[in-house]
């Protein structure tokens, strides 16, 4: 394993999951700057963990899936990722204070409260 290169690959569930996030703290909650420090260090974990990503035990087996899911916590939230054929691949961003593994992520709403 020392010495192995690994390839990210972002999946768009991923995107849109952390991009709603940042947009509920940015809009809903009024705080930009919270918003831009999540997603930087959402990276910047993701960043961190693609040196080693087999480093830590796996947390989520789907049944259906062969490979199994692992963790990264940023703050109150969880990236979850596989990897496969030397790519770490992250599929979903999940709001992680009161729920477990893989359940919903909480529907944020990004319309903008103050429109006429």
């Known amino acids: 394993m020392l010495g192995e290169k690994y ?15 940042a947009a509920y703290i940015e809009q809903h909650l009024l705080n930009p700057v919270a918003a831009d420090k999540l997603v930087s260090d959402v990276y910047e974990a993701i960043d961190q963990a693609l040196v080693h990503p087999l ?5 989520y087996r789907p049944p259906d899936v062969r490979q199994p899911y692992y963790t990264i ?21 999940r709001y992680s204070r009161s729920t477990r593994g ?3 992520n909480p529907v944020y709403d990004t319309s ?5």
């Not at 903008?112 to 006429?116: A, G, K």
């Open 112 to 116: 903008n409260p103050y429109e006429d």
């Open 102 to 104: 893989l359940s919903s």
């Open 7 to 21: 390839t990210l690959d972002i999946r768009p569930t991923f995107i849109d999951e952390l991009d709603r996030a």
């Open 55 to 59: 480093v830590t035990a796996p947390r």
């Open 73 to 93: 916590q940023v703050g109150n939230y969880t990236v979850y990722y596989i990897v496969h054929d030397h790519v770490m691949e992250v599929r979903w961003f």
